[in-house]
């Protein structure tokens, strides 16, 4: 095959957006288990099932 | 199993996961590892010849695939132990697994057409491996759709078990269809027979990649089991709650 003179083609604008958005998902994912989490947590203190937490 | 087992089993790990972090010493690893892995890929790696830049989204595609077989065959794994040994443990981690899997499957489905658009000259096209991973990623929609939906938690677990395993018997057909049809995705670089056909440079980024990616994916699938134990317990404090009222 031959390769074009000015070197390989510009197909940066593809690789940039798709490590960022690989970067948002991941990391998307982990703050949204975060958040339910905490949100578990909190109902959980509320509704006494963090009491033997506290006590341990 | 009956289902005071599954209650009894929820409320004696609580006070654990509750002490325990939702994200442990592993999933620091994982980001250290992803991070690693984004400056070896973007500053260290060369660009390819005939694609450019756009060659290196290879890096971060195949390891989120492999994380999502891996994810799914957790899945398939789990759900027939526990429809074998009826073990709630083991129906939370198939959940956790295919929600992980999912969200694998959901960056090998959105960076592939990035990767596609350059190289192929479309962002889609109705190719049999683009099609049955399109057909992975509704099945595992739909086995979470489908624990969201059944109310009893022993008929959910059974169901989903067997929507598990169904799901995950499309991986070995996904992986061999650039050899069972004819087809416009790349053939295996890394994962055939013969030696990888790649520079060492870039396999090397590559396998630095996938071992990130399946260690972000143990501590995630980790994570969320945690969660699961934290969710579980609640619904059996409130339904206590609610039988006491």
Redesign the interface.
């Known amino acids: 095959?031959v390769?074009p003179p000015s070197?390989?083609?510009?197909?940066?604008a593809?690789?940039h957006?798709?490590?960022a958005?690989?970067?948002v998902?991941?990391a998307g994912?982990?703050i949204l288990?975060?958040s339910?989490?905490r949100r578990?947590?909190e109902?959980?203190r509320v509704?006494?099932?963090?009491q033997?937490?506290r006590d341990? | 199993m009956t289902s005071a087992s599954f209650g009894g089993e929820a409320s004696a790990p609580l006070s654990v996961s509750q002490r325990a972090p939702l994200f442990d010493w592993l999933f620091v690893v994982a980001v250290i590892g992803m991070a690693m892995a984004y400056v070896r890929a973007i500053f260290f790696t060369p660009i390819e010849a005939l694609q450019g830049a756009a060659q290196k989204i290879y890096y971060l595609h195949v390891p989120a695939a492999l994380s999502a077989y891996i994810s799914l065959g957790v899945v398939a794994l789990t759900s027939i132990v526990y429809l074998w040994l009826g073990d709630e443990r083991a129906d939370r981690l198939a959940e956790s697994a295919g929600e992980v899997g999912l969200l694998f499957l959901t960056a090998v489905l959105t960076t592939g057409p990035l990767w596609g658009k350059p190289i192929w000259g479309t962002w889609w096209t109705w190719d049999a491996r683009l099609t049955l991973t399109l057909f992975l990623w509704f099945l595992t929609a739909g086995y979470l759709v489908l624990r969201g939906a059944v109310e009893d938690r022993a008929m959910r677990a059974r169901y989903s078990a067997v929507l598990g395993i169904l799901a995950a018997l499309l991986i070995p057909f996904i992986h061999l269809s650039v050899y069972l049809f004819n087809t416009l995705h790349p053939m295996p670089i890394v994962l055939k027979p013969e030696k990888p056909s790649m520079p060492t440079e870039m396999l090397v980024t590559f396998l630095g990649f996938f071992a990130a990616c399946t260690v972000l994916c143990i501590a995630l699938i980790r994570a969320r089991y945690r969660y699961g134990v934290e969710r579980d317990a609640l619904r059996e404090l409130e339904s206590a709650g609610g039988e006491g009222y």
């Open positions: 095959m390769l070197g390989p083609p510009d197909t940066s593809y690789y957006v798709a490590y958005w690989a970067a998902l991941y994912y982990a288990l975060w339910r989490s578990v947590r109902r959980l509704t006494g099932g963090g033997s937490d341990a």
